[in-house]
């Protein structure tokens, strides 16, 4: 009876460790995510669209290096390196504007 009992703990101590690394995992991957920084989210191919401007409004990379996305604004169509730049830039896109 002892031996049933000691191997049922032994058991569900041994489930309990699997399912806590298993969650640990996932929070890592979590993380990685949300400590993605900006060049990473910029890396890769860049889009051929023609666009008014040289550099990214928000953070400043080269729109000819690093074009990923755009966004049309009282007629013309501004290039970004990344959706978060665009977003940023549609919040209030005068404060962006050097015309």
Do not use: R, W
Request: proline share 2%.
């Amino acid at each position: 009876m002892k031996i049933i009992k000691i191997l049922s703990v032994i058991t569900l101590s041994i489930v309990a460790i699997s399912c806590s690394k298993e969650a640990k995992t996932e929070n890592e991957v979590e993380v990685h995510v949300v400590e993605e920084t900006h060049n990473e989210m910029s890396a890769g191919n860049a889009l051929n669209v023609e666009v008014v401007n040289e550099l990214d409004p928000i953070c400043g990379m080269t729109t000819a290096d690093h074009l990923k996305d755009t966004a049309d604004y009282k007629g013309k169509t501004y290039g970004f390196c990344n959706t978060m730049c665009k977003e940023k830039f549609l919040e209030n896109p005068e404060q962006y504007i050097n015309e």
